[in-house]
Nanobody
């Protein structure tokens, strides 16, 4: 079965950095576009970033542009999110997802990893 397992979250001070990882299995990782989505406490889901299959083209939400970098390592079946210059408002549970081919909708989800930005 499809499995997505996020890791790398934790407590970090404002201005700090974290790298999130998403280990994928049960499907052909290189054939799928992937995304990161987050949910802040008491808030709805917010799309953060995606990377397209094949082209590896990346797109970011305005709130994280210039600070976050998404990447895929197809050899390791792993998706990454490098987060720099972290802000209080980045506090959230971060999920990785597949993107359904052609439809652009979110497919499978991981369990999420907690990122807390606090002084």
């Amino acid at each position: 079965e499809v499995q997505l397992v996020e890791s790398g979250g934790g407590l970090v001070q404002p201005g700090g950095s974290l790298r999130l990882s998403c280990a994928a299995s049960g499907f052909t990782f290189s054939s799928y576009s992937m995304s990161w989505v987050r949910q802040a406490p008491g808030k709805g889901l917010e799309w953060v970033s995606h990377v397209l299959r094949g082209s590896d083209a990346t797109t970011y939400a305005d709130s994280v542009k210039g600070r976050f970098t998404i990447s895929k390592d197809n050899a390791k079946n792993t998706l990454y999110l490098q987060m720099n210059s972290l802000k209080f408002e980045d506090t959230a549970v971060y999920f990785c997802t597949t993107i359904i081919p052609y439809s652009g909708g979110f497919g499978s989800w991981g369990q999420g990893t907690q990122v807390t930005v606090s002084s």
